[in-house]
């Protein structure tokens, strides 16, 4: 038996695929990332697991479906962002990663746009009561021995600098440097794993020895062996970079000489996955995070809250307390998909 459709019965089918049509449109501008996927990358710092968990989740709320985190160094993360083998990293330190940036292919292939977390400082600091009773300010006072063996804790005659390691960008600062001011026969520059080096020189100090090293902020260093009161910033000679940087002039604003440039941490993308989805690139563009709530999360970690639970639970907290600019973005970056 065969129903007759009437006028109305059309009517009310056509109205139902209207409205199934519509909540398809309002999905799709809900969430534009849908049936993408994303990998994130990142360096082998742990601490970068809280800004990049960020950018993570805020893409899964528009719909993409984003990988676990793969680790890569800095420089072959940015090859392979370039190459599309990635996606995102949101840890480019903008100007020191700046020859990392162009060997992977520039502006052409990787997407840099916004600063996700400006203002981060890197250097020199050597404890406050050796620098204090010795007048010790500038790095390049360690070309006098007798300086230099105040900082020796291997017993070789020459300073020990905890500093940085390979591949992370800043160890190529510090060895130029060490050249550049004829620190090579006073200074030994120690690298290996810098959350294990690090330790040393803080137990080190617990112990009341001299201690010299590199660090940067944000990071949880600076919250447990804090400048001004347990720590000093060594100025520099003068400034002195190496590669594309060699004319960079790295004082700070206040004419203060640290040796390194301030960096911004920006997030970059591969240029061809930006460009085909605008509401990622948008969400890279705008997404802001500041050096104290970074450095606040790493103490953390340092503390002992270190697990992936942990980590994905301080990301929760610090989207349930800034839910307003949280909802801005997302609402941004959907309007750019439009």
Known sequence: MFRTITRTSRAALAAGGFSVAFAGAALAQDMPGEGVSVTPLKSSIAEETFQTLLVMKALEEL?????????????????????????????HWDPLHADFFKSAGGEEDIYRQGVYSPGALQGYLIDRATAEEHGITNLGQLEDPEIAQLFDNDGDG?????????????????????????????VTHNQGSYSAIIADTITRYDNGEPILYYTWTPYWVSGVLVPGEDVVWLEVPYSSLPGERSDVDTALDDGTNYGFQANDQRIVANRDFAEANPAAAKLFEIMELSANDISAQNLLMRDGEDSESDIERHADAWISGHQDSWNAWLDEARAAAQ
């Not at 020459?158 to 006073?186: M, N, S, Y």
């Open 158 to 186: 020459k300073a020990d600098l905890t500093g940085c390691t390979p591949g992370w960008g800043c160890e190529q600062v510090i060895e130029h440097q060490l050249d550049a001011f004829g620190l090579r026969d006073t």
């Open 63 to 91: 719909g993409y479906d984003v990988d676990d985190i793969s680790e890569l160094e800095y420089a072959a993360a940015h090859v392979a962002i370039a190459n599309g083998d990635g996606t995102f990293l949101a840890d």
